[in-house]
């Protein structure tokens, strides 16, 4: 009986896994073709090879994580856990360096090399640096990063001796998910499985009072668990039985908290600057959520799953209400220097994003770039001038 039951649970796992990978492969979009989407061109399927390679992290206290090196045609990620930015490289000493904060949008998922916000960034400085001369462009972005993870990011690399001229930092949609995820703002995304992994790792640490047997126990049935909750028919079965939908605390709390965070982080970074020296500018992304662009059949399809969902609907409910408020706010902490970014493409009819996440075409990069070149520009324009006036000043005179 027992060998009877293991096998038709043997069975039924396996069915339920077919049946899922079948599913997996299902096409998500229609059949049209999509001008732009990165995932129908002849270079994706390097690019996902590529993009594999580079799912390897690092562990990286504070920030939690940060990208293995890699070198690929359109993946390279330095020892640093950057991502390598297409750019000049002579002279060895740049006249400006730039640093770009974010998420995966910044770090540029799913972008080829040239064709990121950094890229893009990078071809338009040069111009700027004049005859001989080079500005250097970090992207420091990393996958599902939130602002304060940048801020914290930014205040490693200054401890380590790393001296920015002019920062960016390009937010929006990992932020406001964290905030729907937890119900308060200021967390990192998927914090509960941070949580999670620490509850683990003491668990199988050795307890003082053990014998090595009662260890070796204590791990195997640990072990043991996880294996059972991986199980698909386990998952399925507590899919069935999930009860009532989860409850998300109120768009209007989490508004609030969400910018009362990003005014404090922005304060920090503000700090920063006087002491060290550098220009910060940050920007609030576009987002499909409530992006006023004209939808292809593609993005109509992903804004529809966005408003059958309640945790993207809530997702949704907070864009709609944080770009203005932050707008006013960060007036008085950073004049000239915050751009909501939220509403550009409005009436555009170009493809713009590839998944519900806010991921872009490449045909989209330059565009979302217009929305805050003008402020760089102009930073790095004055920054350049006033350093060119510092050396003519500092100039031994003939007399």
């Known amino acids: 009986m027992v060998g009877v039951t293991l096998l038709l649970v043997g069975l039924l796992e396996v069915a339920i896994r077919v049946r899922r990978a079948w599913a997996e492969r299902a096409p998500a979009g229609p059949p049209t073709y999509v001008v732009g989407d990165p995932r129908k061109e002849s270079w994706n399927a390097e690019y996902k090879r590529e993009f594999e390679a580079a799912r390897r992290l690092n562990w990286r206290s504070y920030v939690y994580f940060r990208r293995a090196p890699i070198e690929g045609k359109e993946i390279s990620v330095d020892s640093m856990g950057y991502r390598v930015t297409p750019q ?72 380590a001796g790393i001296r920015p001229d002019l920062v960016v930092f390009y937010d929006g949609i990992n932020d406001v998910a964290a905030a729907v995820q937890r119900g308060v703002a200021g967390e990192p995304q998927n914090e509960f499985k941070r949580d999670a992994e620490f509850r683990l790792g003491r668990q199988l640490e050795a307890a003082g009072s053990e014998s090595p047997l009662q260890r070796d126990v204590r791990t195997a049935g640990t072990l043991a668990r996880l294996l059972f909750a991986r199980m ?132 989209a990069i330059p565009t979302i770039v217009d929305t805050f070149w003008g402020v760089l520009s102009r930073e790095t324009a004055h920054m350049l001038l006033t350093r060119s006036a510092q050396a003519v000043r500092s100039k031994p005179s003939n007399y």
């Open 88 to 159: 000049p490289t002579e002279p060895a000493v740049p006249v400006a360096r730039v640093r770009l904060f974010g998420g995966s949008t910044m770090w540029g998922e799913p972008l080829r090399a040239a064709h990121t916000i950094p890229a893009e960034v990078a071809r338009r400085l040069q111009p700027l640096a004049g005859a001989g001369a080079r500005i250097d462009v970090t992207n420091a972005g990393e996958i599902g990063y939130v602002f304060t993870q940048e801020v914290l990011q930014l205040l490693l690399d200054l401890r």
């Open 232 to 363: 698909a028919i386990v998952q399925w079965a507590q899919a069935r039985n999930a009860g009532a939908p989860r409850v998300y605390v109120g768009a209007d709390s989490l508004v609030a908290s969400l910018v009362r965070v990003y005014e404090q982080n922005a304060r920090l970074v503000e700090y920063l600057a006087a002491q060290y020296g550098f220009v910060p500018v940050y920007v609030w992304q576009p987002t499909l959520h409530v992006s006023e662009k004209q939808l292809n059949p593609y993005e109509q399809q992903l804004r529809t799953a966005i408003e059958s969902d309640s945790f993207q609907v809530r997702v949704q409910q907070v864009h709609q209400r944080v770009p203005r408020l932050l707008d006013s706010v960060m007036r008085n902490i950073a004049p000239g220097r915050f751009v909501d970014a939220s509403g550009s493409f409005k009436g555009d009819t170009q493809p713009v994003f590839v998944d519900r996440t806010g991921h872009n075409t490449e045909n």
